[in-house]
């Protein structure tokens, strides 16, 4: 496999394929028609998104000396389950219209029971059926974490960090909901909701379980590692994605402009923004934050905010810090040079994306 940009292109043709493989043999095509469209829903989650989680697991693994075996692929690809499985309520929770410029879970369930005619609330079915499907992609998580072929050794050692990471995520959904709850936030317990819905589990937790898969214990280089490195970027991917979420392109980033917005989330870029508004700017946020009939001026109006408090290039300063530190952890790590150089292209990726 080729380091250039981190292999990414080879990874996901690899992580592709066994997700094909296993989706295939979970609910068959061929079988009861009933969960045909769960099977659709779960293949319009899984057929997008940028595979990061998997290569900071796969890079982990050979940092730490593994080598090309089918089972790395297969136990890195069910972490995309367990994200779509994330993804999958996160939308829920947040009434989000979109995923990937295609209808969420919930929606494309609601419209089915809309089309069809059927009895009751087809908000309710939608809902309900959407979080039966989350339910069900994070069983097929483990479900394929542990099927995945590599030696029971490496998974027993490294089970404690798939399971604190799982427990962490969901924690990180309830912090969310509670910061939403709370109103008025501050950038330090923003930062502590990122961290726990997104930044430990897509960059610091896979990179731990790749190493730990690898090595079957944890050294102290490779916490350090993970603290060091794998933290700073996960937090410098959240704060790109607080930013792609209000001023991203819909073309790019699949959700309409402004969503972030319209949903009320208490993000760190947010919670700068206010930090630093004047009392008519902050009384605007506060306003019109979390309606979900913001219109285009609306939205326009909070951007403008954004911007002329300085939050914006905090947020974009603060990614360029965070990146910076993350690399200077890497720097005494001693993993090996293919995957020093794939860590590095990674941080890079997961850090500028626009999507």
Known sequence: MTTDAAGLDTLRTQVERALGEFVEGQLPAGGDPEFAPLRMAADALLSGGKRLRPAFCYWGWRGAGGTDVPGIFTA???LELLQASALVHDDVMDKSDLRRGMPSAHRRFQAMHEKAGWHGSARQFG???AILLGNLLLIWSGEMWRASGLPPESLEAAQPVHDHMRTELMCGQYLDLLEQAHGEN???SALRVALYKSGKYSVEQPLRLGLVLAARELAPWMDDLCTGYGRRVGIAFQLR????GVFGDPAQTGKPAGDDL???KRTMLV???LAAASPAEAETVRRLLGDPELDERGVDALRQIIDDTGALQECEDLIGDYLGEALA?????????GSRTALTDLAIAATS???
Do not use: C, M, Q, Y
């Open 127 to 129: 809902e309900g059926a």
């Open 329 to 337: 952890a890497l720097d005494p790590a001693p993993v090996t040079p």
């Open 76 to 78: 890195a690809a069910s």
């Open 186 to 188: 501050t950038f330090d």
């Open 353 to 355: 994306r626009k999507t």
């Open 271 to 273: 919670a700068r923004t």
């Open 262 to 264: 319209r949903e009320g």
């Open 241 to 244: 994605d607080d930013i792609l």
